[in-house]
Every structure is written in structure tokens, then in C-alpha cells.
């Protein structure tokens, strides 16, 4: 793809990538030997920020969290959490009790005009003037940036998001899927560097969701840097770089995605047994064991990683036992799976 620049020589969030290597790199000095550059900077910097209501509800604590450029950052938490005020506060929706956040080096509160410039969210709620037709709505949002009309980039992102053939239909016409696709493309209207989803496929249907995904993906290929909330969490679980979990205001895990899954997944071996049992015997007690369907499924949950599982001692005291089973089979724990565990225990903490 073509990199594009816009009025101020500043590279589009429709450009070419940049490599995952250009943040740190080797570089010739004047000596002929080489040096490092120092790490990018990142591109969301969330330090210590706070916001408590006049209710006294205290919806953010001191939350502190970089974003990285071009990465998909996936943000959970149950109803109520703190996500939205989060996400609010960043796009300046919101304004912080205590803290600060800088968006491409920008501050959200002293120079907010030039930090919203590179943001794009897609709120949880459909708002959109329902006498305008498509066409019109995406670039009066391109003009309140200050972006200069652009007919060949709003033409291609309505194509993109399937949306060109109802580009003069008024937006009360559409459904609501197409409405949500509208709201994608006024986020995208002025080629934000930074785009955040605020549960985007929350009562969409399945091709929606397919098509915003596949957009997602397209998109930090061109370098955009995405942060979404999602109670989809195989989504989240497919799609990010890194996981963010938060909980009554505070940001409990950030986690390399692939990491998370390694130090906190487990594994469930699931055995089939020949014939129900109805206790668990005393010679197993001191596994991790669970009897499911009717005593019918012995299930026993071990940590993969470790470098004793437990599995052949669990299945030779069962034939000691003389415990048939039939048929066994073996699962991950889904991200999900980890979620609820951060959560529960968050809540059992009483934090």
C-alpha cells in the first residue's frame, strides 16, 4: 500500500506499516561503530489517573498504562468496571480528577485540540443525525477535525466497510448493523493514528462482526493502534496483542496475551468413566479432581506448564483403583476461563 501524508507531511493511518523493528534498531555513528535508539515512545501514556464522581463514586484509581503504536489492546472487565470512563477520558468525553494522559505525545487537557486529532472512537451507543444520508454525515465528522475534504479517502472507506451503495440513503433508512458501520466510519473519517472501540460488535450480527474484525485487522497493518472493550472474549482472545483487565476502577493485569495464557491457563483432562462414581476415593483426595455428569466425567485440572503434571500418577492409581474409563480428552482454559478467575478473586479480595 502507498504511504500517504496529509497537509502537515505527517503520515496517514491509512499508510504503509511500520516495521515492529523500528523501535529499537542499530544505527551508524560518526565513529563507524553502531549505537541503539532509544524505545519509541508510546503512543497512549495513562499515568496515575483518577476520576471520582460528585455521587463520591470512585470510578477510576490510579490507573497507569502505555499503549503501545500499532498494537490491538484488549481492555475487560465486568459491567460497571471503569472501561468506558476510561476510554471516555482519553477522547476528552470525560474530564479526570487526578492524573494525566498524552496521546501521541500530546496532552488530553493542555492541548487537547491536537490530541483529539488523532484519536477515532466508536462509542457503545448508536448516535448519528438520522436525516443525513451516509456520504454527508462521514464528512461533516472529517471537516470538525479540521481535515481538508477528501472524496477518493471517504469513498474508499464507505467501499471498505461495504457501505457505498447506501451512501445517499438518510441514516433513519438504515438497519441497525449499518448504522454501527456508519459510526466506524466517522471514527475513521479524519485517519486517526489512534482508533478505540467501545464494545463495537455488542448486538451485531455475525457478517458485521466478521467484516469489523476483518477491518480491525487491515487497519493495524497500516500502523493504527487499537484499543477495544469487548464482552466477547474470544474475540479478544483471537484479536489482541496485549489484555488489560480491570475491576471496580482498578487495573488489576496487563499482560502480553500470549503470555497470560501460558503463566495463568490451565488444562482440564476429562476422563470418561465406565461406571458413575459417586465420591471421589480417599486415595485420590489429594489431586485436583472433580466428578461431572452424574459422576459419570472425573475431571482433573493440572498446570501445563509444570514439569510434573500429575497425569500418569493420577492414571496409575486409578487402575490400582481397577477405575475404568472409556475415553479421555483434554482442554486449554479459554481466556474466559481467566477472566472470571481475575475477577472472582478480585471480588473475594473485597477490592
Not at 18 to 43: C, F, K, L, N, W
Not at 157 to 171: N, T
Not at 270 to 290: C, G, H, K, N
Not at 305 to 321: I, Y
Amino acid at each position: 500500500m502507498n504511504q500517504r501524508t496529509d497537509s502537515e507531511g505527517q503520515r496517514s493511518p491509512l499508510s504503509s506499516p511500520v516495521s515492529s523493528d523500528d523501535a529499537v534498531r542499530p544505527t551508524r555513528v560518526s565513529s563507524g561503530e553502531y549505537a541503539r535508539i532509544a524505545p519509541m515512545q508510546p503512543i497512549i501514556s495513562i499515568s496515575s489517573l483518577s476520576k471520582t464522581y460528585a455521587s463520591g463514586f470512585h470510578a477510576l484509581k490510579r490507573v497507569t498504562l502505555d499503549i503501545r503504536k500499532g498494537e490491538i489492546f484488549a481492555l475487560l472487565g465486568p459491567n460497571g468496571a471503569g472501561k468506558t470512563t476510561l476510554i471516555s477520558i482519553v477522547c476528552g468525553i470525560v474530564t479526570p480528577s487526578a492524573g494525566t494522559v498524552t496521546a501521541d505525545g500530546h496532552d488530553i487537557v493542555r492541548d487537547y485540540r491536537s490530541a483529539r486529532t488523532k484519536i477515532g472512537l466508536v462509542p457503545q451507543e448508536l448516535t448519528t443525525d438520522a436525516f443525513e444520508t451516509v456520504w454527508a454525515t462521514v464528512t461533516f465528522s472529517r471537516g470538525l477535525f479540521g481535515r481538508a475534504p477528501n472524496p477518493a479517502f471517504i469513498e474508499k472507506l464507505l467501499r471498505d466497510l461495504s457501505l457505498w451503495d447506501k451512501r445517499k440513503a438518510e441514516i433513519m433508512t438504515l438497519s441497525g448493523g449499518m448504522k454501527r458501520r456508519v459510526m466506524i466510519a466517522k471514527a475513521l473519517s479524519h485517519e486517526p493514528q489512534i482508533l478505540f472501540l467501545d464494545e463495537p460488535t455488542a448486538g451485531v450480527d455475525v457478517e458485521l462482526r466478521r467484516d469489523m474484525w476483518a477491518l480491525v485487522r487491515a487497519l493495524r497493518e497500516t500502523g493504527v493502534t487499537i484499543i477495544l472493550t469487548t464482552h466477547y472474549l474470544a474475540e479478544a482472545e483471537e484479536m489482541a496483542d496485549r489484555i488489560g483487565v480491570i475491576s471496580k476502577g482498578t487495573l488489576i493485569l496487563v499482560e502480553e496475551k500470549i503470555e497470560l495464557m501460558k503463566k495463568l491457563g490451565k488444562r482440564q483432562l476429562t476422563l470418561q468413566l465406565q461406571e458413575p462414581m459417586t465420591v471421589i476415593p480417599a486415595a485420590l483426595a489429594d489431586l485436583r479432581l472433580a466428578l461431572k455428569s452424574d459422576g459419570y466425567e472425573l475431571e482433573y485440572t493440572f498446570d501445563a506448564n509444570e514439569q510434573h503434571t500429575g497425569v500418569p500418577s493420577l492414571l496409575r492409581r486409578m487402575s490400582d483403583l481397577g477405575i475404568g474409563f472409556r475415553d479421555l480428552n483434554t482442554r486449554q482454559s479459554s481466556l474466559e476461563d481467566i477472566f472470571v478467575s481475575l475477577v472472582s478473586e478480585r471480588a473475594g479480595g473485597g477490592q
